[in-house]
Nanobody, 126 residues
């Protein structure tokens, strides 16, 4: 079973870059034919899909976040990462990494994913 563990700072100042890392166990990112996603949930709102990186390294982003988002992978560490630049307090949310066996752009239904990270709160505040 694929397991995901998120890490990164829990507090980011406005205008700075939010960075998250998801460490994968139970599968190999480049050879496992999986799709590795980032999803967030702002307080009082629903889940928001941010983007995905495929096993081959292709990336797809939410149109509303594309200009500020970058997803990458480090195959030597079996990790994938999220960077969100120029953050504002509206980027405060619980951030999740997730893995699926199909490419489904924009998906937020939990059952469409094989596994989720535990979710970690990131607050944007000065």
């Amino acid at each position: 079973q694929v397991q995901l563990q998120e890490s990164g700072p829990g507090l980011v100042k406005p205008s700075q870059t939010l960075s998250r890392t998801c460490t994968v166990s139970g599968a190999s990112i480049p050879t496992g034919y999986y799709y590795w996603s980032w999803i967030r949930q702002p307080p009082g709102k629903g889940l928001e899909w941010m983007g995905v990186i495929s096993y081959s390294g292709s990336t797809y982003y939410s149109p509303s976040l594309k200009s500020r988002t970058s997803i990458d992978r480090d195959t030597s560490k079996n990790q994938f990462t999220l960077q969100l630049v120029s953050v504002t307090p509206e980027d405060t949310a619980v951030y999740y990494c997730a893995v699926s066996q199909r490419l489904i752009l924009g998906a937020t239904t939990k059952t469409l994913y094989a596994s989720w990270g535990q979710g970690t709160q990131v607050t944007v505040s000065s």
